[in-house]
């Protein structure tokens, strides 16, 4: 049986649609003309998947809080002894998201047609990453899927952890950021206009500090559509042109020069390619496939050069360890830790313990960024706000002395 979105009308003309399961689309209109349904579309959900991301390129996938969720309760069914396409079912069900459900249905529907579970989940790539399906693969020949599949949930959510702790450290900043331009912003567009007035009385020169702010004022009332429709062009157009190759890999090599962001960026890659090429390693993936696979997750473009580079390397027959090493991108220790573990059978058990240091390490570093930055921060923006005050007090000072 596969798994199959329909649209179909009721007796009164209203349009309903949902997922059914069926053998054909022939049978699942039978099955809603027995409800007393009209039906209008009937697609099958593997079908619907392709068509779209061959049609339209859309990718639409799930979340990576929702993969770590279904990982986990298939990785606890499967453990319980409870058969494959059961337990999909069972997950599905226990789904509330209509798009993951009907994904988690297709992948059924291939699992019953006699398929592996590896190939359902190749009809839906934008859903479930290379790393993932080769895992499953991997489990699947070994006979210990219920393994892997656990191995898959703790990496799942370690990755999931790992990218919330990076957004909850940066919502203070940023926040504090645009909070702070808001009310500079304020100050300039609706108080400074009304001080400007008693001003413009004085015959006397205003200081440069007080004429700059009131230049500033009047270029804020009078162009701010401009301002903010230029703010959202360059926004548009740095983003465009980091996603050509060219720009990107330049801006990824300054962030390896720079001595703030080096050490951050490095410790981030590294961290998401040692903690995969060891759940690939301990799951039974080639060595050059797992290595090709790991450098998907390396967001920076010369370190994920650097890992294919090393893969063509090792296929030659050298070290994995040497062959990284050669770029001098990856940290020294976690070097040594892969030369120790290739040397001693023990490479799956050293990468996870790299893994896990260059995640403290990481996490050290961005408390140690955050907890400069944030007062930081405050500071500069108090110093703008002082200098709007003393533009502010100093005609008023230079006033009372022409008074007295």
């Known amino acids: 049986m596969g798994a199959f979105e329909y649209k179909a009308l009721d007796r009164a003309g209203k349009q ?7 053998d054909t689309a022939k049978h699942v209109r039978q099955l809603l003309r027995e409800r007393h349904l009209v039906p209008v579309a009937v697609t099958e959900v593997a079908e619907k998947s392709v068509g779209q991301q061959a049609s339209f390129g859309v990718r639409r996938g799930m979340k990576a809080s929702e993969l770590a969720l279904i990982t986990r309760q298939l990785a606890s069914l499967s453990q319980s002894g409870l058969p ?3 337990a999909l079912l069972a997950v599905s069900q226990q789904n509330d998201t209509p798009r993951t459900k009907s994904i988690l249905l297709g992948v059924r529907s291939k699992v019953m047609e006699g398929h592996t579970l590896a190939d359902g989940l190749g009809e839906f790539p934008q859903a479930f990453p290379d790393l993932y399906r080769a895992t499953v693969a991997a489990g699947e020949q070994s006979g210990h899927l219920d393994v892997v599949l656990e191995r898959l949930a703790d990496y799942t959510e370690a990755r999931q952890e ?3 702790r990076l957004s909850n450290a940066m919502i203070y900043p940023i926040s504090l950021v645009v909070f702070s331009v808001a009310i500079v912003a304020f100050m300039l567009a609706s108080v400074v206009p009304k001080i400007v007035g008693v001003f413009e009385s004085m015959s006397a020169e ?3 500090l007080t004429r700059a702010m009131i230049a500033a004022s009047d270029f804020l009332r009078d162009h701010w559509i401009a301002l903010l429709v230029g703010v959202v062009v360059v926004t548009f157009g740095i983003n465009r042109l980091f996603r050509r190759e ?3 890999r330049q801006y990824h090599r300054t962030l390896l020069r720079l001595p703030l962001t080096a050490k951050l960026t490095r410790g981030i890659n590294t961290a998401r390619f040692t903690r995969t090429f060891s759940i690939l390693s301990g799951s039974g993936v080639p060595v050059l496939e797992g290595m090709k696979i790991s450098a998907e997750v390396i967001e920076n473009l010369p370190m994920r050069e650097a890992v294919l580079e090393a893969s063509l390397r090792v296929r030659e027959g050298a070290s994995i360890a040497k062959s990284l090493a050669a ?3 990856f940290p020294p220790m976690v070097i040594h830790m892969i030369a120790s573990g290739e040397a001693g059978g023990r490479l799956e058990e050293m990468l996870a313990r790299s893994a896990a240091g260059m995640e403290r390490e990481v996490d050290g570093l961005i408390a140690t960024l955050l907890g400069i930055l944030q007062p930081l921060l405050v500071v500069i923006m108090g110093m703008v706000v002082l200098m709007i005050v003393f533009a502010i007090l100093l005609p008023i000072f230079a006033l009372n002395n022409l008074i007295a």
């Open 246 to 248: 060219g720009p990107k």
């Open 16 to 22: 309903s649609k949902g997922l059914i399961e069926g």
């Open 206 to 208: 205003l200081p440069i």
């Open 162 to 164: 790992l990218r919330q």
């Open 84 to 86: 494959l396409e059961e």
């Open 327 to 329: 770029s001098k991108l």
